[in-house]
Antibody, heavy 118, light 112 residues
Framework: QVQLQESGPGLVKPSETLSLTCTVSGGSMSDYYWTWIRQPAGKGLEWIGRIYSSGDTNYNPSLKSRVTMSLDTSKNHFSLRLTSVTAADAALYYC????????????WGQGTLVTVSS | QSVLTQPPSVSGAPGQRVTISCTGSSSNIGAGYDVHWYQQLPGTAPKLLIYDNINRPSGIPDRFSGSRSGTSASLAITGLQAEDEADYHCQSYDSRLGGFVVFGGGTKLAVL
């Protein structure tokens, strides 16, 4: 059974960089897309972007200028960096697996809460 | 403002049938891109409910069904149960700006 676990600082200062890692267990990262999605408190889901096992990326145009995703299949993890954060970036951040690139995610992490505050 | 539009809330009594709509445009659902649905129980991560418009992952009861037509899609839940009370999210792909995945704003289902 594939499991995903997000990790990273729960508190980030405004204008600084948010960095999160998702560790994948129970399966290979090869030949899959790996996704980041966030959910502000009380709101809907927002797709941040995805990275294929080859390293190819696809980002949400609204966040593209601030987002970088990377992965290390040998360590079974992938990462998210979001620069110049503001209060609008505070959310529950999920990592997930897209099995075939059609956009749906079949396995999700439990989510990690990120607060933006000085 | 979500790219896909869902009603904020729907409700139904136990045993009834409810539907949740997801309305898009010519750059996403109307362009033929598949629609997927998730169930999010309170305090938990979303769970894949329907993928590629009509398909259920293993373990999802056949009380849940999906459909797509034109620029819209729908999720139907029959034989409503108290445990179905949750948020439901639709998802698709949008071809603008190089292409990206989009979600609806989510619909809260109340079982009366």
């Amino acid at each position: 059974q594939v499991q995903l676990q997000e990790s990273g600082p729960g508190l980030v200062k405004p204008s600084e960089t948010l960095s999160l890692t998702c560790t994948v267990s129970g399966g290979s990262m090869s030949d899959y897309y790996w996704t980041w999605i966030r959910q502000p408190a009380g709101k809907g889901l927002e797709w941040i972007g995805r990275i294929y096992s080859s390293g190819d990326t696809n980002y949400n145009p609204s966040l593209k200028s601030r987002v970088t995703m990377s992965l290390d299949t040998s360590k079974n993890h992938f990462s998210l960096r979001l620069t110049s954060v503001t209060a609008a970036d505070a959310a529950l951040y999920y990592c997930a697996r897209d099995p075939d690139g059609s956009g749906y995610d079949d396995y999700w992490g439990q989510g990690t809460l990120v607060t933006v505050s000085s | 403002q979500s790219v896909l539009t869902q009603p904020p809330s729907v409700s139904g009594a136990p045993g009834q049938r409810v539907t949740i709509s997801c309305t898009g445009s010519s750059s996403n659902i109307g362009a033929g891109y598949d629609v997927h649905w998730y169930q999010q129980l309170p305090g938990t991560a979303p769970k894949l409910l329907i993928y590629d418009n009509i398909n259920r992952p293993s373990g999802i009861p056949d009380r849940f069904s999906g459909s797509r037509s034109g620029t819209s899609a729908s999720l139907a839940i029959t034989g409503l149960q108290a445990e179905d009370e949750a948020d439901y999210h639709c998802q698709s792909y949008d071809s603008r700006l190089g292409g990206f995945v989009v979600f609806g704003g989510g619909t809260k289902l109340a079982v009366l």
